[in-house]
């Protein structure tokens, strides 16, 4: 059947990767609506990012999707360019340092194994080669470290999405500042949309991208989607601390830091019994003094000496299942298709992710890369696919 209008909720970067990627298909000859409540993107996970990529995790599907996202990333001059305007990125690739204890060896030691069989190009460190090769970290306590040699680092990921909703427009995608209050679900079809400010949009395919208020848009269809809007907090920190060729650093006691032009990054889980759903976007500077700081200081000495400049928060869509993305169509709702609950990993997923939707709606099947794994299938069957390595 020929699909005249695909209406996707959401125009961050999940939401504009699928646009571009449906108008680029020459198969496809519909409508492109997206739906986007808040253009300036205030609130957006992907303006509010630290915007890293890595395929540094446990499954071999995320594997996959982060070597096509870096490709991806190393190319989007040339995939998203408009005329003789090639956006920059400014992506680095220093790679991810995941720092383990004894005790977390064994894991470790299996995703780095799962990792360079998926293509991965990952190298496990000593205690020994880690003092070596980074003489700032202190390893006492160390059993090893996992660091991607190539294919991880960081990028400007407000600069992804404005360039992906660009090249979309320039395609003939159409953006609609409103916010999607009811879907019209009729039989094991939606059938369209409601606006906040009373109309109803037909469409033929709807795409759930709404990011941490995916649950609330799948609940107006009658679903339970398993994701919620979860705080993190970022502190841009400046140091006279000199750390050399410094990755991104995870530390067993769960903060991480990297380098961000002058200054450093850093940032945390909530602490027990403190993740709330839809906290307010406020940095969180008691989990910085209280947990952050004093772990970060143990492990790198030269941050004894630091102040925060500045810091904000943004919301993980985090799926509370199994922390991994839902991608795909409801099963009883063939046409309402879903890209939720990527936990923190939404921005480096979106060019493989919006990829596989536009497969699905436009050929009815995934084409490249079989994303079936997280499907929502999974969900009703209770079968869940754990991702280990959250940050």
């Known amino acids: 059947m020929a699909l005249g209008r695909v209406v996707i909720i959401g125009g961050g970067a999940m939401g504009s990767a699928i646009a571009y ?25 992907s303006a509010l990012s630290a915007s890293s990529i890595r395929q540094q995790f446990s499954t071999p599907v995320n594997i996959a999707i982060g070597l096509f996202g870096i490709g991806f990333l190393r190319r989007v001059g040339d995939m998203l360019a408009l005329a003789d305007e090639r956006p920059e990125i400014g992506l680095v690739e220093p790679g991810y340092l995941f720092l383990a204890t004894a005790p977390g060896m064994a894991v470790l030691r299996a995703n780095h194994a799962l990792q360079v069989t998926h293509g991965a190009d990952v190298e496990l460190l000593t205690p020994t080669e880690l003092s070596r090769r980074y003489p700032w970290l202190t390893v006492g306590d160390l059993a090893g470290a996992a660091h991607g040699r190539t294919g991880e680092g960081w990028f400007d990921g407000y600069g992804l999405l404005r360039a992906f909703r660009a090249k979309a427009v320039a395609q003939g995608a159409r953006y609609v500042a409103a916010e999607a209050m009811g879907l019209s679900v009729a039989g094991d079809s939606v059938t369209g949309v409601s606006l906040a400010d009373g109309t109803r949009l037909a469409g033929d395919a709807v795409v759930n991208a709404a990011g941490p208020w995916a649950g609330k848009v799948a609940a107006m269809a009658g679903v339970d989607l398993p994701v919620r809007a979860k705080a993190r907090s970022v502190f841009v920190l400046a140091s006279p601390a000199d750390l050399p060729d410094c990755p991104l650093v995870i530390d067993p006691s769960g903060f991480w830091v990297r380098p961000e032009g002058r200054h450093f990054i850093t940032g ?90 536009a497969e699905l709606i436009v050929h009815g099947r995934y084409r490249s890369l079989d994303l079936s794994p997280l499907g929502f299938e999974r969900l009703a069957a209770g079968r869940a696919l754990i991702e280990r390595n959250v940050i």
């Open 21 to 45: 990627w449906l108008t680029a298909d020459p198969a496809f000859a519909g409508e492109v609506v997206v739906l986007e409540r808040d253009p300036s993107y205030r609130e957006a996970s």
């Open 268 to 357: 945390a889980p909530p602490r027990a019994g403190e993740d709330h759903d839809e906290l307010p976007l406020e940095p969180d500077h008691a989990l910085f003094e209280e947990v952050i700081w004093p772990a970060l200081a143990a492990r790198i000495p030269a941050f004894e000496q630091l102040r925060v400049v500045n810091a904000w928060a943004g919301y993980y869509e985090m799926n509370t299942f199994d922390q991994n993305g839902i991608v795909g169509p409801h099963p009883a709702i063939a046409n309402l298709y879903f890209a939720n609950g990527f936990s923190g990993h939404g921005i480096q997923q979106s060019p493989a992710v919006g990829r596989g939707i």
